[in-house]
T-cell receptor, first 114, second 116 residues
Framework: GAVVSQHPSWVICKSGTSVKIECRSL??????MFWYRQFPKQSLMLMAT?????????EQGVEKDKFLINHASLTLSTLTVTSAHPEDSSFYIC??????????FGQGTRLTVV | KQEVTQIPAALSVPEGENLVLNCSFT??????LQWFRQDPGKGLTSLLL?????REQTSGRLNASLDKSSGRSTLYIAASQPGDSATYLC???????????????FGKGTHLIIQP
């Protein structure tokens, strides 16, 4: 299957700082990228959907000013957690797909805010 | 709103047994359904993708069935091995208003332990 690379795999940051997570499609053009979040013992929840060159569409309850998503190219999307707080500590995972084909997932990023 | 339920939440069986994991969803108008495996602290590994027009998919010892009308899918694992121990997630994809596919809605998963 296609490869989606997510970086970093884990990050620890201080409360109040911002953290950027990158998601790259390595061998296909990702017209659509999705960002998910998973709290311990919970299911993955879709945070937002982004189409290349367009503003992201956020799910209900997800603050767009806190979770900034950029999808400026067909191979890269970034999620920036601004002014992170301990309650933002979670497992963040991206997925990418080309047109309406199968979506492939990155390895995930474990964010810990201290 | 689509809801996905997985039963059981946890399962522990001896090595070699055949087992069935269940997934149900509330909105039958799905684009497709996908089963994943997640190891502790790791990302997702896609196991099987079933298009809405299909009734089952097979890969090695895994077989997934889909009954859209009743909103159910099962994942059958034959001759289980300790390496199969993981959390298995079911996810459905709904069509969006543009005729394409939306993001995935996941169940909470079944935590599977295969005892050696």
């Amino acid at each position: 299957g296609a490869v989606v690379s997510q970086h970093p795999s884990w990050v620890i940051c201080k409360s109040g700082t911002s953290v950027k997570i990158e998601c790259r499609s390595l061998d296909f053009q990702a017209t659509t990228m999705f960002w998910y979040r998973q709290f311990p013992k919970q299911s993955l929840m879709l945070m937002a959907t982004s189409n290349e060159g367009s503003k992201a569409t956020y799910e209900q309850g997800v603050e767009k000013d806190k979770f900034l998503i950029n999808h400026a190219s067909l191979t890269l999307s970034t999620l920036t957690v601004t002014s992170a707080h301990p309650e933002d500590s979670s497992f963040y995972i991206c997925s990418a797909r080309e047109m309406n084909t199968e979506a492939f997932f990155g390895q995930g990023t474990r964010l810990t805010v201290v | 709103k689509q809801e996905v339920t997985q039963i059981p939440a946890a399962l522990s069986v001896p090595e070699g047994e055949n087992l069935v994991l269940n997934c149900s969803f509330t909105d039958s108008a799905i684009y497709n359904l996908q089963w994943f495996r997640q190891d502790p602290g790791k990302g997702l590994t896609s196991l099987l993708l079933i298009q809405s027009s299909q009734r089952e998919q097979t890969s090695g010892r895994l077989n997934a069935s889909l009954d859209k009308s009743s909103g159910r899918s099962t994942l059958y694992i034959a001759a289980s091995q300790p390496g199969d121990s993981a959390t298995y997630l079911c996810a459905v994809i709904l069509p969006n208003s543009g005729g394409g596919a939306d993001g995935l809605t996941f169940g909470k998963g079944t935590h599977l332990i295969i005892q050696p």
